[in-house]
């Protein structure tokens, strides 16, 4: 019954640092999405995944790497952690076809 | 651009009264749109889903309209209660930006019901 879990909550890294967050989800769901969610700007959507394999970029895309070679997880790195990437990180699964998108606890990362 | 603006970005009322929380986008090609609670802290909670072709959903005492020609959607709660505090975030699924699955967020009402 664990439904979408993201580790770590908590990550404080500094600037340069590669960081990886993670996203396992328990539903089988195919689509994967990683938002982040600022002040003043919202959620916005940084990578997709439509099933095992297959990513697109969202909305903010850069500086970030997804991959997804088993369809429950869909880990998100930050390749060269910079200041702007400080940000409250949202992962979210769904069924195919517009359906409900369910969310997970998130993952508050700050860089130094 | 699809652009989802929800107002006013905060909102204080006595428990017990019936609210609406609005929420306008400004392309009506859209697939859905979703209301999230989202309590301080934590993670989204699906409210209510409106397939574009629905006019209304209902669930115990929310209410959600969409109104699409218009671009509009509202979120009626009934009986407000000091536990529905949380900011309610509206979000739409765009037909115009390559698949249905992509959400565009407001930036969301923060809710603060008084006991």
């Known amino acids: 019954d664990a439904g979408i879990t993201q580790s770590p909550r908590y990550k404080i890294t500094e600037t340069g640092r590669q960081v990886t967050l993670m996203c396992h989800q328990t539903?089988?769901?195919?689509?994967m999405f990683w938002y982040r969610q600022d002040l003043g700007h919202g959620l916005r959507l940084i990578y997709y995944s439509a099933a095992a394999d297959i990513t697109d970029k969202g909305e903010v895309p850069d500086g970030y790497v997804v991959s997804r070679s088993k369809t429950e997880n869909f880990p998100l790195t930050l390749e060269s952690a910079t200041r702007s990437q400080t940000s409250v990180y949202f992962c979210a699964s769904s069924r195919a076809g517009a359906n409900e998108q369910f969310f997970g606890p998130g993952t508050r990362l700050t860089v130094l | 651009k699809q652009e989802v603006t929800q107002i006013p970005a905060a909102l204080s009322v006595p428990e017990g009264e019936n609210l609406v929380l609005n929420c306008s986008f400004t392309?009506?090609?859209?697939?859905?749109l979703q209301w999230f609670r989202q309590d301080p802290g934590k993670g989204l909670t699906s409210l209510l889903l409106?397939?574009?072709?629905?006019r209304e959903q209902t669930s115990g005492r929310l209410n959600a309209s969409l109104d699409k020609s218009s671009g509009r959607s509202t979120l009626y709660i009934a009986a407000s209660q000091p536990g529905d505090s949380a900011t309610y975030l509206c979000?739409?699924?765009?037909?115009?930006?390559?698949?249905?699955?992509?959400?565009?967020f407001g930036k969301g009402t923060k809710l603060t019901v008084n006991p």
């Open positions: 392309d009506s090609a859209i697939y859905n």
């Open positions: 409106i397939q574009s072709s629905q």
């Open positions: 979000a739409v699924s765009p037909l115009t930006q390559g698949g249905s699955e992509k959400l565009v």
């Open positions: 539903w089988s769901h195919s689509y």
